[in-house]
């Protein structure tokens, strides 16, 4: 067991004051305690930094300069005292006992490359669990095939359910700067490719969908997203013994991306995507969404 397990955990900012406290006060009434609470602020233009930097209790702010949430969970990774960092986004809720769950899982599992627990997403009071694939024998541990959950089910962690030993967060890079969409799911994959990856689907993480400037909510990206050609080649030269499930995985997410294109009425950009072998691994929804994408539907 470890006995000096120590949690950074790090909240990127970027005009979140209407929903910071909620994230700030749910990191404060942890059973087990973090380390630290580092805020990163991203160039608000509102109240958010000033909330932080008056909240005490742990709470550290940084201020850098405005390029993106990758630069500023990257910030909190070099920054970090701990020897594992947590991420939680400013919009996002835990548990009382998300960090104690945490602290079971990699006491009990400790040689994975990132730790996960559950999640649902939630509208005010309603709340929506996400689809995963595992066997119905799983409880919680190393997940046996991580491209194989993710390529037949919804993602197994979001950018506030999962922690990384501080070491591997270094030694990976952290996050890619510069790409607004699919950050979270690359440095995730890039670690499962190396390293096992352990679970736990206790729902003690809370995905919130009222957030102002979501992600989710911005026009979706042209071009494909840069995480899927990047892991298809690290795959090609690990010759990774999931190579089949790893492309499946990327195949879901570019049928995906595509998808969304259709939805905007973007037809001619989804039908770029779908000409890409990798998206003829995903058969009957591959068929579908190129059909609608030359029926205008």
């Known amino acids: 067991m ?4 120590q949690f950074s955990v790090v909240i990127p900012l970027y005009n979140k004051e209407t929903t910071l406290l909620r994230t700030l006060q749910s990191v404060c009434e942890q059973k087990t305690p973090a380390l630290e609470v580092l805020v990163i602020d991203n160039g608000s233009t509102d109240g958010g930094p000033a909330l932080a930097q008056s909240f005490g209790q742990g709470v550290r702010l940084l201020q850098i300069a405005e390029r993106g949430v990758s630069h500023a969970r ?3 990774i070099a920054a970090a005292a701990g020897n594992y960092v947590v ?4 919009d996002d809720s835990w548990e009382p006992t998300f960090l104690s769950k945490l602290q079971a899982l990699i006491n009990d599992f400790p040689a994975a490359g990132w730790y996960a627990l559950g999640y649902a997403f939630k509208w005010k009071n309603r709340l929506q669990a996400p689809k995963h694939s595992f066997p119905i024998a799983f409880k919680r541990g190393y997940v046996a095939s991580y491209f194989k959950i993710v390529a037949a089910g919804d993602m197994l962690a979001t ?21 607004c969409i699919g950050e979270d799911q690359d440095l995730w994959a890039r670690i499962a490719l190396l390293h ?11 995905y ?16 494909v997203w840069p995480f899927i050609p990047r892991i298809a080649q690290l795959a090609t030269e690990l010759q990774h013994s999931q190579m089949a499930d790893v492309h ?3 195949a879901r997410q570019l049928v995906g991306q595509a998808s969304q294109l259709v939805l905007q009425k973007d037809y001619a950009a989804a039908r770029v ?3 890409m072998d990798l998206a003829k691994r995903q058969g009957f929804r591959y068929v579908y969404w190129k059909l609608r994408t030359w029926l205008h539907w």
């Open 74 to 76: 990257n910030a909190g």
């Open 196 to 206: 096992p990856v352990a679970f736990d689907p206790a729902v003690v993480a809370y």
């Open 159 to 179: 950018a506030s359910s999962v922690a990384i030993p501080l070491a591997i967060c270094k030694s990976f890079g952290g996050f890619a700067v510069g790409e």
């Open 87 to 90: 991420f939680l986004d400013a």
């Open 2 to 5: 470890f006995n000096n397990l």
């Open 248 to 250: 499946t995985y990327l």
């Open 208 to 223: 919130h969908q009222d957030a102002a400037n979501m992600a989710t909510q911005s026009k979706a990206q042209t071009t």
């Open 273 to 275: 995507l779908l000409r």
